[in-house]
């Protein structure tokens, strides 16, 4: 079992690596970025004002925050009807990070791995997992208000048949700025 779970995390990385690398270069050269096409779901885009946007499956349905979800940030969570894959949204202050590679530095530091540098469909943002808490995703600098990061994570990090993982790779690969 063990070994399976160390396979399917591998793969999921894999996969997100894919996604994130093609979006990358064709960002780069110009040819491509994310499309709907990409993904492996029928859906829609999700503008936020703070000026980027997810494409987001067909049906998936708001989830209430908490509290202390909302003290710690988050502003925004949302999920599969049958409750297996969630995503949230959130911010933080960004204290003395003033560049990617700061962030970086910084999420490596207090034990975040996989810890990659992105460009996301032209924002610079930064890839990382949090095994023991179950959940991956992105961070990045808020485009208006430097002095905030946002970061948008979902969770399962992995999944025996691999649906999730698919869908959890094209989520984060479709954060992109909001065109509205």
């Known amino acids: 079992m063990k070994r399976l779970l160390c396979l399917v995390l591998m793969l999921t990385m894999c996969l997100f690596n894919a996604i994130a690398e093609d979006t990358i270069e064709d960002a780069q050269s110009g040819a491509h970025a994310f499309t709907e096409s990409d993904a492996p ?18 049906g ?12 710690a940030g988050l502003f925004y969570r949302v999920g599969s009807a049958d ?7 959130g911010y933080m202050r960004a204290g003395n990070l003033a ?14 791995s996989n810890v990659i540098r992105l460009d996301l469909n032209g924002i610079p943002a930064i890839g990382f997992d949090r095994p023991g808490e179950d959940y991956r995703g992105v961070a990045f600098f808020h485009p208006t208000y430097p002095d905030y990061v946002l970061y948008v994570y979902l969770s399962p990090l992995t999944s025996a048949d691999g649906e999730p ?4 790779a094209a989520l984060l690969a479709s954060i992109s700025p909001n065109r509205v």
């Not at 998936?60 to 003290?71: N, P, S």
């Open 41 to 58: 779901y029928d859906g829609i885009w999700q503008p936020f004002e703070d000026g980027f946007r997810l494409y987001l499956p067909r």
């Open 60 to 71: 998936w349905v708001a989830i209430d925050l908490t509290d202390a979800q909302r003290e």
């Open 83 to 89: 409750g297996a894959m969630d995503l949230a949204v």
């Open 99 to 112: 560049t990617v590679d700061d962030l970086a530095r910084d999420f490596e530091a207090v034990g975040y």
């Open 165 to 168: 993982a698919a869908i959890g």
